[in-house]
């Protein structure tokens, strides 16, 4: 059973930064592709990066250049840094596969950014 739990989200005056992690049980995290998603109040979950097994990472165009998505396979944990915060980043962040499963959707970490 793969559960992913999120963490280290806040609140946050716009420009600022902050980093998320997602840690993974289960022992096959580093053979995923895997991405951070986010759902505001009122629109759908979005993709906004992910990283495969082999490191290479992409970014939706709305976060490129301020957020980073980084993988520690040895402590089964995702990253996101996020910086040069917007309030339009304001969200509700989840990990999951790059290709999503249903049953691997956590409770995610509350971002808000506001002055």
């Known amino acids: ?3 992913f739990v999120e963490s280290g989200g806040g ?3 716009p420009g ?3 980093r998320l ?5 289960g022992s096959i995290f580093s053979i995923y592709a895997m991405g951070w998603y986010r759902q505001a ?3 759908q979950r979005e993709l906004v990066a992910d990283v495969t097994s082999g490191l290479s990472t992409a ?5 490129k250049g301020r957020f980073t998505i980084s993988r520690d396979n040895a402590k089964n944990t995702l990253y996101l840094q996020m910086n040069s915060l917007k309030a339009e980043d ?3 962040y989840y990990c999951n596969r790059a290709t999503p499963r249903d049953d691997y959707w956590g409770q995610g970490t509350q971002v808000t950014v506001s002055s």
């Not at 992690?21 to 049980?25: E, K, Q």
């Not at 970014?59 to 976060?63: G, L, Q, R």
Request: with cysteine.
């Open 16 to 18: 600022g930064s902050l």
């Open 90 to 92: 304001t969200a509700v």
């Open 41 to 43: 109040p009122g629109k």
């Open 11 to 13: 609140l946050v005056q």
């Open 59 to 63: 970014y939706a165009d709305s976060v």
């Open 21 to 25: 992690s997602c840690a993974a049980s």
């Open 1 to 3: 059973q793969v559960q």
